[in-house]
């Protein structure tokens, strides 16, 4: 009987890579933005908070990284979609710790298995949707270099 298994999380060097990635795209959009990066457990990996990002930035982009992880999927319109149509859903996800609905959270995977999660806020949700976006292009990227 296997009394353990071995789980995928995103590296120190990766989550580095995420939030200054994050950050640049922030600036050339003259954002101020926090960031965060969570492993699969949901634990922080890193965390960056420009000057002048809004301090409810803070425990924003860290519950959109832990709605991310927590569930595998981005926060914005895919959850909105996903629980839109259903009422229990739709009123009970409010009430869960650490659930946000905004969009700037999105799960990190490698191969398909989750190794993460990026939560990025400070603007718009959209304009935190780009910042994450090019955040994770730019990891692919790099992952295509190695």
């Known amino acids: 009987m296997k009394i353990s298994f071995d789980q995928p999380n995103i590296?120190?060097?990766?989550?580095?890579?995420?939030?200054?990635?994050?950050?640049?795209?922030?600036?050339?959009?003259?954002?101020?933005i926090s960031v965060c990066i969570l492993d699969s457990s949901g634990r922080m990996k890193a965390f960056s908070s420009m000057d002048q990002a809004p301090a409810v930035s803070l425990e924003t982009c860290i519950k959109k990284a832990k709605t991310a992880v927590g569930f595998g999927i981005p926060t914005g319109k895919t959850w909105y979609e996903f629980i839109k149509n259903d009422p229990i859903l739709l009123n009970g996800a409010e009430h869960l710790p650490d659930f946000i609905l905004l969009g700037g959270g999105s799960p990190i995977l490698q191969d398909g298995k989750l190794i993460g999660a990026i939560g990025v806020s400070g603007g718009h949700y959209e304009q935190d949707e780009k910042c994450v976006t090019a955040a994770l292009e730019k990891l692919k990227a790099n992952q295509t270099k190695s």
Do not use: F, R
Not at 11 to 32: G, R
């Open 11 to 32: 590296t120190k060097e990766a989550a580095d890579l995420l939030i200054d990635a994050a950050i640049t795209t922030a600036k050339t959009i003259s954002l101020s």
